[in-house]
């Protein structure tokens, strides 16, 4: 984060992030999705949620992140919740 809480260093954000996906023969390479504000503080331009890429990076494994389930506390779990929706500019779909 570009300013920190009480002058102690950098603080944690939660309005945006970063990743970089390498290495991966299904990746479209060479591209940037979504861009942020000019700190780095909030998303601006195409808001991805970690849903989604979770979903995202499970399909690339060959994994259905619908059919990933596993039962906790009496209650049907899956990584992406109940959400997660594939990001078409990442994968070759």
């Known amino acids: 984060m570009p300013i920190s ?12 992030t970063s990743i970089w996906m390498a290495g991966a023969a299904r990746i479209k390479g060479g591209q940037v ?34 059919k990933l389930t596993y039962r906790y ?3 049907d779990m899956r990584f992406t919740d ?4 594939l990001i078409p500019q990442i994968a070759n779909m």
């Open 73 to 75: 506390n009496g209650r």
């Open 33 to 66: 999705i979504g861009s942020s504000d000019e700190w780095g503080y909030k998303a601006q331009e195409q808001p991805i949620s970690y849903h989604d890429l979770h979903a995202t990076i499970l399909h690339l494994l060959g994994m259905d992140h619908t």
């Open 82 to 85: 109940v959400y997660g929706a």
């Open 5 to 16: 809480q009480r002058g102690v260093g950098r603080d944690h954000n939660p309005g945006t």
